[in-house]
């Protein structure tokens, strides 16, 4: 249900912008959300939007290079990367929450990754 595209290989410092689109028509009803997953890490949160769009939500890792947006015209959900570190390197993953509100890790719907690799 939910497919992320916009990966790929930038240098430290660049930017990068990743899109999920979701084949569901109650987009709206649900927070969606993008983590991450390093290799040899846990998979961690990245950021979240309300259902509305009317709240966003960031790790403090990426709080003020990354902006996270949604349109429930189109049923999409971007993650704008900006100020690349190496650190960001990992594959980035879309989720859709249960509810309107990111309450809880309770997040029902995931996409199937896609691979940002960062470099000096």
């Known amino acids: 249900q939910l497919q992320a595209s916009g990966g790929g290989k930038v240098q430290a410092g660049g930017s990068l912008r990743l899109s999920c689109v979701a084949s569901?028509?109650?987009?709206?009803?649900?927070?969606m959300a993008w983590f991450r997953q390093a290799p040899g890490k846990e998979r961690e949160f990245v950021a979240a939007i309300k259902g509305n769009g009317g709240s966003t939500y960031y790790s403090d890792s990426v709080k003020g290079r990354f902006t996270i947006s949604r349109d429930n015209a189109k049923n999409t959900v971007d993650l704008q990367m900006n100020s690349l570190k190496l650190e960001d390197t990992a594959v980035y993953y879309c989720a859709g929450h249960r509810l309107r509100s990111p309450l809880g890790n309770e997040y029902i719907y995931w996409g199937q990754g896609t691979l940002v690799t960062v470099s000096s």
């Open positions: 569901t028509r109650t987009f709206s009803s649900h927070a």
